[in-house]
């Protein structure tokens, strides 16, 4: 991050490099038992469970400090990508990265919330980004660390490693780097450790391997918790960690009253809703990625909720229309800034670009414009949706992009637990069905029919929400999530199965038969790189 001015691939490359410093004094020497570290009370249940398989994953060979942190995030900070130019900016004034624990690491393996959330990136991070740490480092920045950095921990070659705080382990791999973290180095995911509310939990279902590169699922170290119950690694993205009260300040018709605060329950904040809220996220956050053994005092956890409720984040500049906030335009974050969270359904979800309709012909503003219409307007059926059909009937004539993705200017969902399944990991109608290089399970529904699919078995990369729930009906959903600083952040969806936001919009095309022209389908990449 470059204060004041816009960064480079290679700008970036270059800060995280000669930000780094000595290795910080290695902490693996210390035995710690997981029933020695006093989780906080709000801590969620499934962290408990997977909290010491954390612990007893290998630490880096050499634990750096995080590179790349300047000591000011200023007010307004412009960063460059492929598409333009991304604004983030807090209302509330610079922030003092020595003074907020966001910045800091809380744990033992040199990571930091800013590791994965960082500005430049739309407060998420991006393959660009990755890489660029690769090449910067060696491999060497925390984003790298074996916990869940690597494809499974013991994959990691064992001179790369350090002993684990539990159970002194260390990667046992004969791959190279690159092979080792591939995941995470070609798709931007990381690995989550998730116990599996199946059958023998009191669940509806049951799990199976059928396929597994990455070998954590097959591996008795990682795929059972201390008490034997059955533990699953799945792999995400990174959710974007900026203008969080969008996505906590939810339900505001009935039956979904709306909250008195913004730290209410909203069910959304992760991939499958399973965190209460952005406190109890970045407890689980530090004790589990950052491999802590100490958990973060209450004023770090307000910092860093602060700082994540506190900055916006969208594009501000695209290379082919220019600033996107002339002629009558409202992009960027500064306008996003002053809408009120939680407003939706009381007229189009997204009007920034609505005035280039008539105020301006320049063929990359129309362009935009017309995507934004679409995504607004243009209306298709909506059919064997986990999530939404079983909800509000199956199928759904006259929905629109607008009808998930509705919060007025940010574009996640307003209900509580907006969790939908429109088949990312599993749908044979892109790419093929189940990705090869991820793990590839058998969920199997125990009362009935899966409903939608046809039988009682799906073959899916991850079993989403229903790993929490232990429901058929949550089989694969995951939660609607923002459409901002998009043009930052890629790859797309929650395993990065989208290269380009022409490849998502291609999805939704299929998926729906929705029938865009070729020219639909550039003009509606054109708005979402726009936002």
Known sequence: MVADSVTTQAQEAGAFSSALGAAAPNPAANSVAPSSVKLPGNTQDYFRKVFPLYLSAPLPARIYNQGGIPKYVPMLELDGNPVGILGSFQPGGSTRTADNAFFKSLGTNGRACITCHQPPSG??????NIQARLLATGGRDPIFAPVDGA??????????????????????????????????????????????????????????????????????EYNRDDAGRQVISVFRRPLMSAHLDFKTTTGIFPPFPPPTDNVTPSGNVMWDGRERDLFTQAISATMGHAQATRPPTQAQLDQIVAFERGIFSAQIHTNRAGMLNIRGASGGPIALSREPAGQSFSGPVFDEYAAWNTSDQDPARLSIARGEAIFNTKTFVIQDVRGFNNIAGNPVAGGTCATCHNVNHAGNDVLRHSQRDIG?????????????????????????????????????????????????VDIGATTVPGLRALAAREPYFHDGSAKTLEKLVDFYNVRYQIGLTPQEKRDLAAFLSAL
């Open 151 to 220: 494809n499974c921990p013991n994959q990691v070659k064992a001179a790369d490693t350090s002993p684990s705080l539990y159970r002194g382990r260390r990667g046992k791999g004969i791959k190279d780097f690159r092979q080792s973290h591939s995941l995470l180095i070609e798709k931007g995911l990381i690995r989550i450790f998730l116990p599996v509310k199946n059958v023998a939990s009191g669940g509806e279902i049951t799990v199976q391997v059928v396929s597994d590169p990455t070998t954590c699922n097959t591996d008795p």
């Open 123 to 128: 407060m998420s991070v991006s393959v660009r």
């Open 424 to 472: 990312v990991g599993h749908d044979p109608a892109f790419n093929g069905g189940p990705a090869k290089d991820l793990p590839i399970f058998k969920v199997t529904c125990t009362t009935g029919e899966i409903p939608f699919a046809g039988g009682n078995t799906l073959l899916t990369n991850d079993p989403g929400l229903a790993i929490i729930t232990g429901r058929c």
